[in-house]
């Protein structure tokens, strides 16, 4: 079965320092993976998305993400936070071992940005 | 741009109550989705459809039905609510290929 793993719960950086979002998978396949981010009452905005094109995806806003079989990893980092990156982030796992496209969430990563 | 429109923000409803939460998706996605977003659990999936009047159970189905007659349109229905409903309820929908969009979501409250 697939799953998914946040590391972390809530992540504090300071306004222009790194952001760093580790998420570990597990999949019999070769997977799908995906980073959504839900700003506060909104729904979940796609990030980047990895499909096997290329191991290190950028996305909007950015941020990028590098996908790494051998550590079964998709972290997302971006240079230099900016408030507007306070929100709480998503890895997300494609399942298709039903024949469907369901995904897999993760239980989230809050991210505090600190002026 | 693929839009998911959920019909309402926030719903507060009574235990018991015969709860629907809609959702209409605008590009022709053969796949929709409900989820329930609790603190901590992250996205749960509760139903699934990949077909106009085709439905799955997803991981937590209990207390939840759906309908989809037409493919624009896949509702969720909450046959008696009860307080451990309170939650946000996420739609989605996609093609098989391509990744989700959302819906706005819709905070439902069971008092």
């Known amino acids: 079965a697939q799953s998914v793993t946040q590391l972390d719960s809530h992540v504090s950086v300071s306004e222009g320092t790194p952001v760093l979002l580790r998420c570990n998978y597990s999949?019999?396949?070769?997977?799908?993976l995906f980073w959504y981010v839900q700003h506060p009452n909104k729904g979940l905005q796609l990030l980047l998305k990895?499909?096997?094109?290329?191991?290190l995806v950028k996305g909007i806003n950015g941020f990028e993400a590098e996908f790494k079989k051998s550590e079964t990893s998709f972290h997302l980092t971006k240079p230099s936070a900016h408030m507007s990156d306070a929100a709480e982030y998503f890895c997300?796992?494609?399942?298709?071992?039903?024949?469907?496209?369901?995904?897999?969430f993760g239980t989230g990563t809050r991210l505090k940005v600190l002026a | 741009d693929v839009k998911v429109t959920q019909s309402s923000r926030y719903l507060v409803k009574r235990t018991g109550e015969k709860v629907f939460l809609e959702c209409v998706q605008d590009m022709d996605h053969e796949n929709m989705f409900w989820y329930r977003q609790d603190p901590g659990l992250g996205l749960r999936l509760i139903y699934f459809s990949y077909d106009v009047k085709m439905k799955e159970k997803g991981d937590i189905p209990e207390g939840y039905s759906v309908s989809r007659e037409k493919k624009e349109r896949f509702s969720l229905i909450l046959e008696s609510a009860s307080t451990n409903q309170t939650s946000m309820y996420l739609c989605?929908?996609?093609?098989?290929?391509?990744?989700?969009?959302f819906g706005s979501g819709t905070r439902l409250t069971v008092v």
């Open positions: 989605a929908s996609g093609r098989t290929d391509s990744p989700y969009t």
């Open positions: 990895y499909t096997s094109a290329a191991t």
């Open positions: 999949s019999s396949y070769s997977p799908s």
């Open positions: 997300v796992v494609s399942d298709l071992t039903s024949g469907t496209y369901k995904y897999i």
